[in-house]
Structures are given as structure tokens and as C-alpha cells.
């Protein structure tokens, strides 16, 4: 078993590998991120403020230190290289082609009404009123 271990941390460093799956979550070694991803995240739609209090509030894997991502972590999953109909990381397990929110809020034009969300069928980030409801997937620091 370490053996097997040992040729899989290797041949992630050597070949550029950052994001592993490990059970209900995918770890990204070189950005220090711990994500989510269980039947949850494709499942809970809430507004924006809910998922915020809903990814600090969650107690999963054994940490309880959650947030909802920053559009620059979120960009961190991105791979705008599949050729299928979602452009999330090959690592992720529960992944659907739909709206994430992001905790970012943009207060042009709007006065903070809105927020972002990342649609993973194109990987691009978008804004729309905070009320609407989206799916939500968490993510916590491993530094």
C-alpha cells in the first residue's frame, strides 16, 4: 500500500498533477485547497447569502472551517481543456453542468445586489441577483 501511495504522489508531482480525489472531497496540493464534493453539491440550491452561511455552518470530512469560494479559487478547478459539456476538473465526482455561487459580491451598477457565480458548462464567471438560487459547493484553506 505505501508503495502504491508513493507512485502516486510521485507521478502527480512529475507530471503536473494538482487536484486528487480523496472519499466525499478532492484535495489541490498546489493551491492549499480542500474541496467538496459529495451528492450535496449537486443536490442544495440556495440564494447567495444562504450558501454563505450554509458552507461556514458545515461540518463535513472532520473540519467544520468552511466557506463558500472566491471566483479566484474557483478558478483554481476550471479546465477549459475537456472536450464534454463541463469544464470542472476531471477529479471532481458530483458535477453538473449548472450555476455555483461564489461569495464575491459585484457592487457595480447595482449596489451589492448581485453576485457571482461560475457556470461550469462554459467555465465562465457571471453576476446575478443574490436571490436567485444555485448550487453550492464548498471549499476550506489547507494552510
Known sequence: MKMILTIVL???????????????????????????????????????????????????????????????EYKTIINKKRKDEIMIDRAFKYIL????????RTWTRNFGLYGYFVFFKSGAIYYQNRTYKKFVRCVRDLK
Open 10 to 72: 510521485i507521478s502527480s508531482f512529475v507530471f503536473g498533477a494538482k487536484l486528487t480525489r480523496s472519499g466525499d472531497y478532492v484535495i489541490d496540493d498546489q493551491n492549499k485547497l480542500m474541496w467538496q464534493d459529495n451528492y450535496d453539491t449537486v443536490k442544495i440550491r440556495l440564494t447567495q447569502a444562504k450558501a454563505i452561511e450554509y458552507c461556514k455552518d458545515l461540518s463535513f470530512a472532520g473540519f467544520s472551517d468552511w466557506h463558500l469560494p472566491s471566483r479566484e
Open 97 to 104: 453542468p449548472e450555476n455555483y455561487w461564489a461569495s464575491d
